[in-house]
């Protein structure tokens, strides 16, 4: 019984890895291109999700990519804010 369990682990987080390279944006992924993460989780079962978690994953805490021009929130322009007074 074990042993089915840690199989089903397994297949499990390799599913859920091969399902987060696929969601995963390019150009954000690190170390390797998101094609070649997606043959090594597949094809190594246990090394390749693990590497992909530790390794490959987009980082969360990035700061936010900062667009000039466009529109802004209305807090942000000091006209709004000072046509409130």
Request: hydrophobic share 50%; aromatic share 8%.
């Amino acid at each position: 019984m074990p042993r089915i369990l840690l199989i089903i682990a397994v297949i499990m987080l390799t599913v859920y890895c091969v399902v987060e390279v696929a969601q995963a944006r390019g150009y954000k992924v690190r170390a390797m291109p998101r094609w070649l993460w997606a043959f090594a989780v597949i094809a190594l079962p246990v090394v390749g999700p693990v590497s992909w978690l530790i390794l490959g994953r987009p980082l969360k805490n990035e700061p936010p990519q900062i667009r000039h021009g466009g529109q802004r929130a209305p807090d942000d322009d000091e006209d709004f804010l000072r046509g409130l007074k």
